[in-house]
C-alpha cells in the first residue's frame, strides 16, 4: 500500500497507538477511535480537552518523544509536516503515512483511504455522512471573497488549497484563486479593494478579533469566522456550512 505521495508502506494490522501532526487528522482520529490516538501536537486543540503525550509543533515535532510512544502509525501532511522530520522517522522504523489534501474532494478521498488503509479500521459513518452533505450541488453566491491568514505583513488565501476549494463548494468566488502564490502577501491598500464584496478573517493561524482586523478596512465589508470551519477537514466538514453561515450572511 501506499499514501497519498506514493510512498510505500508495509500492510500491517490495525493501527493501536497512533501519532498525528496533522491538527485536522487528530481530531479525525480522536473523534473515531479516541483511546488508539497516543500522541498530537501543540497544535492539536481538537477535540476540546484531549488529553494525549504532546509531542511539540507540526514544523519541529519531537521525533524523541515520538520514538518513547512506540506508534503503529505516524500521520503527517505534505503541507503541514516537513518531508525531513517525515524523512528521519522511516529512518528509525517509524510508519509515517502522509497526506497530500487541496481540495475538498482529495479531502474525502485522503481521509478515506487513511482509515481504510493505513490505520485498517474501515470507513467511520461520520466521513460518510460528511461526504453526503459536500454532494449536494453547489448554490451559486456571486460575491467575490478573500481569506486573510495574517497581518503585518498582510496574507491570503492563494491557489491551490483547500480553503480556496472550500470557497468555491460554498457557491462563492475566490477572489486569489489564480494567485501565483498558494498564500500570497498583499497590500492591504489592494485588499481593501471595490473589487472584493467581502474579507473573511479566521481567529487561526491568525488570530483575527474584533479589535484586530477590520478596522484595516474602510471599503471592503469585513466578517470574523471560524478558522477550523474554513481550514480544517476531518469531523468540521460537518458542520463547516452551519459555522460559517453567519459569517456569510
Known sequence: ????????????????????????LTEAVAHTRPDA?????????????LEVARVRGTKNPDRAAILDLSPDLVIANREENRELDVT???????????TDIRTVAEAF????????????????????????RWAEP?????????????RDPWMVVGRDTFTGDLLQRLGLVHAFADAPERYPPVAVEDLDAADLDLVLLPDEPYVFTADDGPEAFARVPTALCSGRALTWYGPSLLTAHR?????LA
Open 1 to 24: 500500500m501506499h499514501d497519498d505521495l506514493g510512498f510505500d508502506l508495509a500492510p500491517a494490522g490495525p493501527a493501536r497507538r497512533v501519532v498525528s501532526l496533522v491538527p485536522s
Open 37 to 49: 490516538l497516543v500522541g498530537a501536537t501543540d497544535w492539536c486543540t481538537q477535540p476540546a480537552g
Open 88 to 98: 528521519r522517522l522511516r529512518e528509525a522504523g517509524v510508519r509515517v503515512w502522509v
Open 109 to 132: 478521498t485522503s481521509m478515506r483511504r487513511l482509515f481504510d488503509t493505513a490505520l485498517a479500521w474501515g470507513v467511520p459513518s461520520w466521513l460518510d455522512e460528511a461526504e453526503r
Open 138 to 150: 453547489v448554490v451559486p453566491d456571486g460575491r467575490r471573497v478573500a481569506v486573510a491568514i495574517w
Open 243 to 247: 459555522d460559517l453561515a453567519g459569517a
